[in-house]
């Protein structure tokens, strides 16, 4: 009885790709809303912040009317203290990796089921969120590539992850959206004097919309605030509680034939009684969208 010979397959097993660069995403919007909100600072040991379930219950709004094109996340969706650069701060209790990476993605999962499929959802790596990569790469840069050492291991991949965003670029209706640049009170206007457009950002915690008119137009710089609650214990050692001048809360920016109307904050005004200012109403959020 004669064997058949089994032939090994000569072509090498495939190195895992490596991690690709994240980058600037483009993107395209006509008429419609983008939803636009940033620096959760999400916590597994606090219920979600009114900022939150404002945002959910507003992209469920825009989805259901058949105008929302994209949600914008600018982000520090994560907080990751225990992986800072920082040392700890006295006692300060940090929430485990995987306690926050489980938070993030369970309400990051809330906003995209609201959004739905039609929209473009995008997430903006903030300095917070690079902390899990950075932290692997840095201690034992032999595990790059293998899968998990990479936060984007840890996203649903229907969220585009990129360092910035631009709709309708390049041009003057293009806006540029991006978790920091300038820093302080004055970002917004010195974002969009360094950038020569609209820019919508993050990182500061402040909450504002200033205008800068030329001879080209009007162009919007935006501070998102924060979704976190202003009392988040992501924010109590660091702060020692001192006022800040933060807000809370995140925007709304409504586009007609690609050209960037004015820019609309929606602003928590009482975090525990779960009450938002938005076009001129005083909303009280609900339970959580599921
Ligand atoms: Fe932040
Ligand atoms: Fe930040």
Known sequence: MSRALITLDPTPIATPRRPLDIGSYEFEIDDGVICCGSDQHYRPDEPPSTAHRAFVQTVSRFAEEGTLRAVVLGVDAFDFPAISKHPRIMWEQQPSIAAEIAVVQAWMEEIKSVAGLACESIFIMGNHDQRLSSKISATCPELEGVHGMDLRDHLDPDWTVCWEAIANGPGINAVEFRHRHK?????????????????????????????????????????TGTMAALGSKAFRAYTEMAQTGWASGFVVLAFAGGKLLVPEIAMVVDEEAGLVAFRGELIRVGSAVH
């Open 183 to 223: 820093s302080g009170h004055g970002a917004g206007r010195n974002n969009v004097l360094a950038a020569g457009r609209s820019v919508i950002s993050g990182h500061t915690h402040h909450l504002n919309c200033t205008r800068v008119s030329n001879s080209l137009g009007h162009f919007w710089g935006v501070d």
